[in-house]
């Protein structure tokens, strides 16, 4: 195997000598050079969980020039070197959203909403897909009868009203964390509010005004539709919800933002609080102990901020976790 | 955090006390319930090296009951607790096939072609998916002006012809090893061939010769066109081959059947030589010595029996190694 060289790998000083050399038969088309087509794979990806159809639709992938203190209790060093282990820039890591669609038979639930159309306009399509490509994946919005909000960040709200302000699900119960609404709608602690997280305030005040305030708020380790139960997993925000989507023996565990950022870095690093965390060290104890079990149960799971098609399984690693995706399955 | 508990998690007895209690504007949709719409995403993915557009297009993927001798040099309990190790059934394995497509700006290019039409019409569209795959991703067949074959294994020679016995590639130059060719057209050799195996020498003679034998011989260590050079990795078949794809500073190392087999069984265990291997000591020296290679690089890899889309990176991991998906682009 001599010509398995560095030299070779790299292609750098390959010999120019045509391989055409050899051919006895050789052909030359006539045609013109094919143009690239230059346009991705629409980005939906199906599976079932026992009798249930889950799909996974992204929303985009946002490159995020990740602050110093992205991680509150971690250096800028150790940030970079953890984003770099994970084969991405700190400059421009990867940051994907990923709201999913559950036919549970009776009901047609959608799971977050993404980022909405004006960041669909701003960003010329790049972000803000979920409505595109939940159109492309054969799913017409008016036929959700649910949408569980999983928390009231703008990535997860803010596809539930158009660019006309109108609800984009208009046939569609919208449920919310009863204590996500408590905290967010709260006049009292917006007013208390560091500067930074106003906007968060506000635009829930905004897009929830929109529907009229219509929502229906649930608690966690309920069950809101037969198939999707809630998981009270508060840390990342005092109401953040996760779900678990069960059919005869199937589960998925949906744990939306449980672990929220690019290069899985939190997957690697458990113990690492997020900046946008309301409560650092909540967030910690909630990503551990939901973690540990679905390691333990060897449960699939589904991430709002995973590598799309963000299905698969956690293993432990050291002192943190891997992210090992489910193989794609091109039947369904 | 009282509600994260191993019964609320399976959603095995979550309370019927519907969240609707709390919900002072329940909504009743009066729609009918929405089917599932039971088909996958159309699978292909693109991504650009440098300049250089590829696109991963799955041929599908074949569930596999693996023989007990499926690993020559490992037992029938190692080989099941391996597979069960990446989450899979041995009885049930998951084998997928990926072909690529390389539009380098002047020349339009094909490796592998996967299974044929034949078995797509057998399997009912779950495998032998490239033609239909590819004419979803927006690439007429009639424009590909090379195809390159790394080795003459069925699952990638036969969809070179049609189940009409025709070109699928009527304008393209098929460019195969040189030592491949001398290896399967030998009648020696398929005289003194072992029964098992005669039927891939026979497969290589239907192909090739419903193209005429028009054929264009390549050795390893060239460029076959600029951009794709050609590796000779040896052992799973005498002329194997993979491909360096560069443009500029950026490359990606199309590493064919290096390892080929479900759930990442000869990426975790480099040692081991499939029962399919031709010479199995000599895949396994080309194995560790190409991979360790890519790994030093950080080199990303193209894998045609890595899960779909079956690009990513290789980690050292203990005595083998680990692959860590590239994270699916939305756009591109």
Do not use: C
């Amino acid at each position: 195997m001599t010509q398995l060289t560095r030299r070779n790998l790299l292609g750098s000083a390959v010999a120019a000598s045509a391989a055409t050399a050899l051919s006895p038969f050789g052909i030359a088309p006539a045609q013109a050079a094919a143009p690239p087509v230059g346009k991705q794979a629409p980005g939906f990806y199906r599976y079932k969980v026992g009798s249930i159809e889950v799909t996974a639709v992204t929303d985009g992938l946002r490159p995020t020039a990740l602050a110093d203190n992205f991680v509150r209790n971690a250096s800028k060093e150790a940030l970079h070197a953890a984003v770099a282990a994970g084969y991405e820039d700190p400059t421009k890591a990867s940051f994907p959203f990923t709201p999913i669609v559950v036919n549970t038979g009776p009901k047609l639930v959608v799971i977050d909403t993404g980022l909405g159309p004006a960041t669909f306009q701003q960003s010329k399509g790049a972000l803000g897909q979920f409505q595109t490509n939940l159109a492309a994946s054969g799913i017409d919005p008016k036929a959700v009868d649910i949408v569980i909000i999983s928390h009231f960040h703008g990535d997860h709200i803010n596809g539930l009203v158009g660019a006309d302000n109108k609800p984009l699900f208009e046939n569609a119960e919208v449920m919310v964390p009863a204590p996500e609404w408590s905290f967010w709608m709260d006049d009292g602690n917006l007013s208390r509010a560091p500067e930074a997280m106003k906007g968060a305030f506000n635009n829930a005040r905004r897009v929830f005004g929109a529907l009229g305030n219509k929502v229906t708020r649930y608690e966690g380790g309920k069950e809101l539709t037969p198939g999707i139960s809630s998981v009270a997993t508060p840390g990342h925000t005092p109401g953040h919800t996760s779900y678990v989507i069960s059919s005869g023996s199937a589960t998925v565990m949906v744990q939306v933002d449980v672990t929220a950022g690019p290069a899985l870095l939190f997957v690697r690093n458990p113990d690492w609080q997020a900046a946008f965390d309301v409560d650092g060290p909540k967030a910690v104890e909630t990503r551990r102990k939901l973690y540990d079990q679905v390691v333990a149960d060897k449960m699939l799971l589904q991430g709002f901020h995973f590598p799309f098609p963000s299905v698969g399984r956690l293993e432990k690693d050291g002192a943190g976790y891997r992210w090992v995706p489910a193989p794609w399955n091109p039947t369904i």
